[in-house]
């Protein structure tokens, strides 16, 4: 079983990775997640993409959440923003299913 902590720092990892794909006009075709999704993601401080790690107990990878939702995430106190990701992803669970 993965641990959360594990997970943030994946997550920690990936979001650092964004941010400079992001810089390339390719990065979108690289990723497959939206321009403006990407462009905000790179807009991040260092504290801000920590803080969006930690508080998703998931892979972001695998979540594939909008630029809205992460917003809302960041905006969130942690308990809640923690039971919305795992809310946004037991939903898409069952659309994909």
Not at 13 to 19: D, G, H, P, T
Not at 24 to 43: A, C, F, H, K, N
């Amino acid at each position: 079983m993965i641990r959360r902590d594990d997970w943030n720092q994946v997550n920690l990892q990936y979001l650092l990775l964004l941010r400079e794909i992001a810089a390339d006009p390719v990065g979108e075709m690289i990723t497959g997640i939206p321009w403006d999704t990407l462009r905000w993601i790179r807009g991040l401080n260092l504290e801000q993409v920590r803080r969006l790690a930690h508080r998703t107990p998931l892979s972001l990878f695998g979540l594939r959440a909008t630029r809205q939702e992460l917003e809302r995430v960041l905006r969130m106190e942690e308990d809640a923003a923690t039971a919305y990701v795992a809310a946004l992803d037991a939903r898409r669970d069952r659309h994909v299913s």
